[in-house]
């Protein structure tokens, strides 16, 4: 879901990632990803960024994060992205995830907030 403070819209997207272990409880970590807004006049947005954590408790992580993200429509900005998140696993090889992310795209466009709910496989 992305919400600007009067509209909001729901969206679908894909991330592939991987994680550096900074110790037994830390780590850093990157990520690239798709992402559409669905409605009508927007494409698909590409970001690159990362993260950094800690191990909260045993197959749980709690990270912030940053990334940039391309426009998602012809007559949009680009964004830069800050928040945060945390990543359950559910057994060995699959996790859930839930981040809250502030969008700064500049250019007297409206800041723009996203609320993410995920479920990964790890390979």
């Known amino acids: 879901m992305i919400w600007d403070g009067s509209n909001s819209e729901a969206t679908l997207g894909v991330a592939a ?7 037994e409880t830390a780590f850093i970590g990157i990520q690239g990803s798709a ?8 494409r698909v947005s ?6 950094i954590g800690v191990v909260a408790a045993p197959g749980t992580k709690v ?3 940053a990334d940039w993200q391309s426009k998602n429509c012809k007559y949009c900005n680009s ?5 945060g998140g945390v990543q359950q ?16 795209i500049g250019d007297n466009t409206p800041d ?12």
Not at 46 to 51: E, H, Q
Not at 89 to 99: P, S
């Open 63 to 65: 990270y912030a994060l």
């Open 17 to 23: 990632g991987y994680d550096y272990d900074l110790g």
């Open 89 to 104: 696993d559910i057994g060995t090889r699959y996790y859930l995830k839930a981040e809250y992310q502030h969008l700064l």
């Open 79 to 83: 964004a830069v992205g800050v928040g």
């Open 46 to 51: 590409w970001g690159v960024g990362g993260r």
């Open 112 to 123: 723009a907030d996203r609320g993410l709910v995920g479920v990964g496989v790890k390979f």
């Open 35 to 42: 992402d559409k807004i669905l409605t009508d006049d927007t």
